[in-house]
């Protein structure tokens, strides 16, 4: 079962933006923080970005100030990314905490590219 539902991804030019957002309205036990974190073949998987409960957040240093992770009462947490650069293409995962477990969503792929 899904628990994590990442959607939002696909093909952009470098300078553009693209949102992505994870449904974790599934997730039954509390969660404490919802993060980003991202892929590319060969490397290790890389955090992004994350928000806690309370709505603190905190950015990779090489997305500060391009990438805004945000999150509203139903769980769904978004990522508005801007000024999208080629080294910002790989599969970006979801992940929530929670005090019983870590979910991780199965990815959705960022292209980028003229």
């Known amino acids: 079962q899904v628990q994590l539902q990442e959607s939002g991804g696909g093909l952009v030019q470098p300078g553009g933006s693209l949102r992505l957002s994870c449904d974790a309205s599934?997730?039954?036990?509390?969660?404490?923080?919802m993060s980003w974190y991202r892929q590319v073949p060969g490397k290790e998987r890389e955090w992004v970005a994350s928000?806690?409960?309370?709505?603190?957040t905190e950015y990779a240093d090489p997305v500060k100030g391009r990438f805004t992770i945000s999150k509203n009462i139903r769980n769904t947490v978004n990522l508005q990314m801007t000024a999208l650069k080629p080294e910002d293409a790989a599969v970006y995962f979801c992940n929530a905490v929670t005090p019983w477990r870590n979910f991780w969503g199965q990815g959705t792929q960022i292209t980028v590219s003229s």
């Open positions: 599934k997730i039954i036990y509390t969660i404490t923080a």
């Open positions: 928000i806690r409960s309370g709505g603190s």
